[in-house]
């Protein structure tokens, strides 16, 4: 479908989408699929706006690196010598070719196709044979960076230069305590990454909605984390970030529900509506599941307008971690049965979210309505629709 800039979203469309949750109509079923609706997400959030890549413990030691597609930008994230971590731009300043891939570690970034040599920070150390190459300074062409933000052990990229700090868009986190579940003192020990045949707005929804608990995960979460038990809430803070509890404390991923990592006394604190399963959605892409002794993160990469990466990880206390690391039998069976819960009902999402993108793409496809238990996928198109196709309110 070729729409032009007065198409792309009718009058009818933007006035349904601008109305209350309970009244509004969900989001045009070609957003999901339409290139013209991908580029506008490009240009306006993801060329804009914080997106979570990966974990300090991805890039624990100097001159650990991996590459990460933001948007459509290929970007290298890395720690340097002085233990800082940089993202650059995955491209030559001589000619362009891609310097790496994959992830590794390395003292130097060596360009494959004539030797240009970049320092860890980006800074451009050999350019063979241009000595006679008129005024050419090295220091004109390190490579390209975008701002890098480590954040309660993630890593975030942000490729506007300009951007404010990350946690200054998250500050509010404290409103419903997500200090006292200490993320700073966790250590991933699982990481999956999916290839999803699907728009990511699909997932990040599917993520902040619990509409679906009982038809989806009927036999998984139901029964322990019921529909009817969750909440939301949605005017906890204007930041960009959704929110919503599952009301049952004290239940974390084992078999039987009860924690088998260690409780931080923190979280008795917790005002009684916060306590319980934490879901929290930066926006665009950056999920966390904050149970009391552990948490997943989700990082919800586009790969063009119908593909995307999903990065999932399960995080645990540090010490838990290095018990497990170190082979500790009690430990590595307890991650295991966490691993295994959560790929159960993350095996159930992803088939749902491909089963949605598919159905997305009839032609007979329309907008549709939200329920009340739907309310922060409302927000979070309200947020879409605003920050990337220019819907005002
Ligand atoms: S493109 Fe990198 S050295 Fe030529
Ligand atoms: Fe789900």
Not at 12 to 33: D, F, G, I, M, V
Not at 66 to 80: K, L, M
Not at 266 to 293: R, T
């Amino acid at each position: 479908m070729k729409a032009s800039s007065v198409e792309f979203m009718t009058l009818t469309e933007r006035s349904q989408l601008s109305k209350p949750h309970l009244e509004a109509t969900t989001l045009p079923p070609r957003s999901y699929w339409a290139p013209e609706f991908f580029e506008r997400e490009v240009e306006h959030i993801f060329a804009r706006e914080w997106i979570a890549v990966g974990r300090v413990d991805d890039v624990a030691e100097p001159g650990d690196y991996f590459t990460v597609t933001v948007g459509t930008e290929p970007v290298i994230v890395v720690r340097d010598g002085d233990g800082e971590v940089h993202a650059h731009i995955n491209t030559c300043r001589h000619r362009g070719c891609e310097l790496v891939r994959g992830s590794g570690r390395t003292t130097v970034f060596r360009c494959p196709y004539h030797g240009w040599m970049y320092a860890l920070d980006g800074k451009l150390r050999g350019a063979p044979a241009f000595k006679d190459t008129e005024n050419f300074g090295k220091g004109d062409y390190p490579l390209h960076s975008a701002q890098a933000e480590v954040w309660n052990g993630y890593v975030l990229v942000n490729l506007d230069a300009d951007a404010h700090p990350y946690r200054d868009q998250v500050s509010d986190c404290t409103l419903w305590g997500l200090d006292a579940y200490g993320l700073n003192e966790q250590t991933a020990v699982t990481r999956v990454e999916f290839e999803l045949q699907c728009n990511w707005k699909i997932f990040a929804e599917n993520f902040i909605e619990e509409y679906h608990t009982p038809w989806v995960h009927g036999t998984t979460l139901q029964p322990v984390a019921p529909m009817a038990n969750w909440k939301e809430f949605p005017d906890l803070s204007d930041q960009p970030w959704s929110f919503m509890v599952g009301q049952f404390p004290g239940i974390s991923m084992s078999d039987s529900g009860e924690p088998r990592f260690p409780l931080r006394p923190e979280l008795s604190d917790l005002a009684p509506e916060f306590s319980g399963m934490a879901i929290w959605l930066s926006h665009p892409s950056f999920g966390l599941v904050v149970n009391c002794d552990c948490s997943l993160y989700f990082f919800m990469l586009p790969d063009g307008p119908e593909r995307m990466k999903l990065v999932v990880g399960l995080c645990v206390p540090d010490a838990s971690a290095q018990a497990f690391h170190a082979g500790d039998p009690a430990t590595v069976n307890a991650v295991e049965e966490y691993a295994r819960n959560h790929r159960l009902v993350s095996e159930e999402d992803n088939a749902i979210v491909e089963a949605q993108a598919r159905g997305l793409k009839a032609q007979a496809a329309r907008p549709g309505r939200y329920c009340k238990y739907e309310g922060l996928a409302w927000k979070f198109d309200q947020w879409v629709a605003r920050t990337a196709y220019g819907l005002e309110g």
